[in-house]
């Protein structure tokens, strides 16, 4: 069965810190990857996603991922991260025989402080 | 602009009542989700639609069905609400297969359901 897991819950960083989310997946078959975002009392936006070619993918808001099939990882990173970064990050992954649904992670709450 | 709206923002209920969630997507997408979300334990599947008069069911199916009687339109039923039932209900479309068919997922604001 294929599983998600993001190994942070939570992340705590200064304002203009780099940061790095991870996310490791199983998955027997090959998955497209996805990063969404939730803010407070809001649904779920696409951040970034893999697909197929280059394997650095870059998203909205400065965001970007790194696909690595060997260590089956899909980090998510920030250079320098902004109060406004405060949200919740749930990685997920659709294998390819599962018609469309995602599996997510358990989700990573980011809180920037100033 | 692509677009998921749930009829509900906020909804208050007692013990035992029915519930209705609606939800509907402007984008022509086959496949439609209804999630709960609760602290701790993430984004958690209840049902989902491939086509219209279709489910399946997902991960916690127990205590809610669904209808899909429209493209557009997948509606969540609580048959008697329970006070475990209070959560945040999201509702999300998607495609899948193709060039544009990448299974992303666009959600709606979110539905917040508490049971008294």
């Known amino acids: 069965a294929q599983s998600v897991t993001q190994l942070d819950s939570q992340v705590p960083v200064f304002e203009e810190a780099p940061v790095e989310l991870r996310c490791n997946y199983s998955?027997?078959?090959?998955?497209?990857l996805f990063w969404y975002v939730q803010y407070p009392n809001q649904g779920l936006q696409l951040l970034l996603k893999?697909?197929?070619?280059?394997?650095l993918v870059k998203g909205i808001n400065g965001f970007e991922a790194e696909f690595n099939k060997s260590q089956t990882s899909f980090h998510l990173r920030k250079p320098s991260v902004h109060i406004s970064d405060t949200a919740e990050y749930f990685c997920?992954?659709?294998?390819?025989?599962?018609?469309?649904?995602?599996?997510f992670g358990q989700g990573t709450e980011l809180s920037v402080k100033p | 602009d692509v677009k998921v709206t749930q009829s509900s923002r906020y909804l208050v209920k007692r013990t035992g009542e029915k519930v209705f969630l609606e939800c509907v997507q402007d984008?022509?997408?086959?496949?439609m989700f209804w999630y709960r979300q609760d602290p701790g334990l993430g984004l958690r599947l209840i049902y989902f639609?491939?086509?219209?008069?279709?489910?399946e069911k997902g991960d916690i199916p127990e205590g809610y069905s669904v209808s899909r009687e429209k493209k557009e339109r997948f509606s969540l039923i609580l048959e008697s609400a329970s006070t475990n039932q209070t959560s945040m209900y999201l509702c999300?479309?998607?495609?899948?297969?193709?060039?544009?068919?990448?299974?992303?997922?666009?959600f709606g604001e979110g539905s917040r359901l508490t049971v008294l």
């Open positions: 893999y697909l197929s070619g280059s394997t």
């Open positions: 999300a479309s998607s495609t899948w297969g193709g060039l544009a068919g990448s299974g992303e997922l666009f």
């Open positions: 998955s027997s078959v090959s998955v497209y």
């Open positions: 639609s491939y086509d219209v008069k279709m489910k």
């Open positions: 997920a992954v659709i294998p390819y025989n599962q018609g469309g649904k995602l599996i």
């Open positions: 984008m022509d997408h086959e496949n």
